[in-house]
C-alpha cells in the first residue's frame, strides 16, 4: 500500500517542481531580457553619440568680410533710382531767384 501512495504523489509533486521551475524560469527570462534592453539602448546611444559629425569651424578673414559689406552696400546704393534731380530743383531755383 505504501507503494501505491508514493506513486500517486509523484505526479504532483513533480509538477509542483515543475510549476515552480517555469515561473522561476520566466522570472529568470523577463530580467535577461530587461537587462539585454537596456544594454542595448546604452550602445545604441554611444553609436550615435559617436556618429553625430561635428562641422569643421572655418572663420573667414575679417578683411574679405568687410570687403563684401561694400560691396553689398555699394551695389544697393547704385540701385537707388534719383530720378533727374536737375529737373526737380529748377523750379526751385526759379522760386528763389523771383525773391
Same mark, same amino acid.
Given at each position: 500500500? /505504501? *507503494?501505491?501512495?508514493? @506513486? ?7 509538477? *509542483?517542481?515543475? @510549476? /515552480?521551475?517555469? @515561473? ?6 523577463? +530580467?535577461? +531580457?530587461?537587462?539585454?534592453? !537596456? !544594454?542595448? *539602448?546604452? +550602445?545604441?546611444?554611444?553609436? !550615435?553619440? /559617436? ?17 563684401? /559689406? ?19 530743383? @529748377? ?7 523771383? *525773391?
Amino acid at each position: 500500500m /505504501e *507503494l501505491n501512495s508514493t @506513486q500517486n504523489n509523484e505526479p504532483k509533486f513533480a509538477q *509542483l517542481i515543475i @510549476q /515552480e521551475f517555469v @515561473q522561476k524560469k520566466s522570472h529568470w527570462t523577463i +530580467v535577461g +531580457v530587461t537587462i539585454a534592453a !537596456v !544594454v542595448m *539602448l546604452f +550602445v545604441v546611444w554611444w553609436y !550615435v553619440r /559617436e556618429m553625430k559629425v561635428d562641422a569643421p569651424f572655418v572663420s573667414q578673414p575679417q578683411i574679405k568680410s568687410e570687403a563684401r /559689406e561694400d560691396a553689398a552696400i555699394g551695389n544697393s546704393v547704385d540701385e537707388i533710382d534719383l530720378g533727374n534731380v536737375d529737373l526737380e530743383f @529748377q523750379s526751385v531755383d526759379q522760386d528763389l531767384n523771383s *525773391l
